[in-house]
């Protein structure tokens, strides 16, 4: 019998992170015009809880057989404020898909091996709605497994 810690699972991924105000539908139809991509929202989108629900848009690229995913990092959720006094019972707050980079309003990852992601992070930069984007290192994220979305 094999014990498999999450640890020892190494996903071949690039990642980029995206700081805009903009909502992922607009976002994901400007980085199709920009990027020739053709990311369309997943119906299912990934879900962690009952309350947290991060949206999710999704691409095969054929040619390069590669995944793109956009994802945004951030979310409204619903929790109980009953016990802090409050006059409602229920307050929103803000959740985290990757806790360590809050900062982030989305992250586009692009699995197998994707030659050119300088490129893709120009091309982005090129997009005047986005304030900046930059390639993340996997090896520095500690909620990389957040990051698996099959």
Request: hydrophobic share 40%; aromatic share 10%.
């Amino acid at each position: 019998m094999y014990k498999w810690a999450i640890e020892d699972f190494e996903e071949d991924f690039k990642l980029i992170a995206i700081h805009c105000s903009l909502e992922a539908y607009q976002l994901s139809f400007l980085l199709n015009q920009k990027l020739t991509s053709k990311l369309k929202r997943d119906k299912d989108h990934k879900i962690f809880d009952e309350e947290a629900c991060y949206e999710l848009f999704n691409w095969h690229d054929p040619r390069a057989r590669s995944d793109w995913r956009l994802v945004r990092n951030k979310c409204l959720a619903s929790v109980d404020a009953s016990h802090a006094g409050t006059l409602f019972k229920m307050n929103k707050a803000v959740n985290h898909l990757v806790t360590e980079h809050i900062s982030v309003d989305f992250f586009l990852k692009i699995e197998n091996e994707v030659k050119g992601v300088r490129n893709i992070v120009s091309e982005i930069n090129q997009i005047p709605q986005v304030i900046t984007a930059y390639q993340l290192h996997n090896d520095q994220l500690r909620s990389k497994t957040n990051l698996i979305f099959d």
